[in-house]
Antibody, heavy 122, light 107 residues
Framework: EVQVLESGGGLVQPGGSLRLSCAASGFPFSSYGMSWVRQAPGKGLEWVSGINGRGNATYYADSVKGRFTISRDNSKNTVYLQMNSLRADDTAVYYC???????????????WGQGATVIVSS | DIQLTQSPSLLSASVGDRITITCRASQGISNYLAWYQQKAGKAPSLLIFAASTLQSGVPSRFSGSGSGTEFTLTISSLQPEDFATYFCQHLKSYPWTFGQGTKVEIK
């Protein structure tokens, strides 16, 4: 079964750091780009960051650029999101998602995890 | 950055109704558009990609159309399990962005 499973969420103080992990299974992990998407309480979806299959290309939303770092370890079938300088408005459920490709072009996010909750509060 | 605007934000409808949700892009995105359904407390699920291609396992009452800057998601006959929130997303260039969402509620 194709699946991704997030972990590492929790409560952190403003200015603190947290690292989310996303373990993937059921597909050739290194062949697929991965994304992180978040959803603040009662709000819509916000794409946060993406990484290609080899891990040598990374992309970020303006709201997290310079504070968050996405990476992957293809030997462990895991993608990470290192979050530094956290702010109250980073409070959200963070989803990990696998990218869907057609002719090597990403066209959507077809496998989602259940989400990891991050709360930034003093 | 490319912005997506969905309309309406809230849609009240009855079982059996045909409904249409619109997503407009701030600049041309060809067909690099996906639609997602999200039910309360759950992760989103992919319905349509490449503007009009139905994801495997998605019922045929869902359809998508459009290209360039204007796109639509249509549900031909609304079923009880379709009451949810729907989001569009572009994948034309980074950063990818989502529309603000359309909540479909029971009339």
């Amino acid at each position: 079964e194709v699946q991704v499973l997030e972990s590492g969420g929790g409560l952190v103080q403003p200015g603190g750091s947290l690292r989310l992990s996303c373990a993937a299974s059921g597909f050739p992990f290194s062949s697929y780009g991965m994304s992180w998407v978040r959803q603040a309480p009662g709000k819509g979806l916000e794409w946060v960051s993406g990484i290609n299959g080899r891990g040598n290309a990374t992309y970020y939303a303006d709201s997290v650029k310079g504070r968050f770092t996405i990476s992957r370890d293809n030997s462990k079938n895991t993608v990470y999101l290192q979050m530094n300088s956290l702010r109250a408005d980073d409070t959200a459920v963070y989803y990990c998602a696998k990218q869907l490709y057609r002719s090597a072009i990403p066209y959507g996010l077809d496998v989602w995890g259940q989400g990891a909750t991050v709360i930034v509060s003093s | 950055d490319i912005q997506l605007t969905q309309s309406p934000s809230l849609l009240s409808a009855s079982v059996g109704d045909r409904i249409t949700i619109t997503c407009r892009a701030s600049q041309g995105i060809s067909n690099y558009l996906a639609w997602y359904q999200q039910k309360a407390g759950k992760a989103p699920s992919l319905l349509i990609f490449a503007a009009s291609t139905l994801q495997s396992g998605v019922p045929s009452r869902f359809s998508g159309s459009g290209s360039g800057t204007e796109f639509t998601l249509t549900i031909s006959s609304l079923q009880p399990e379709d009451f949810a929130t729907y989001f569009c997303q572009h994948l034309k260039s980074y950063p990818w962005t989502f529309g603000q969402g359309t909540k479909v509620e029971i009339k």
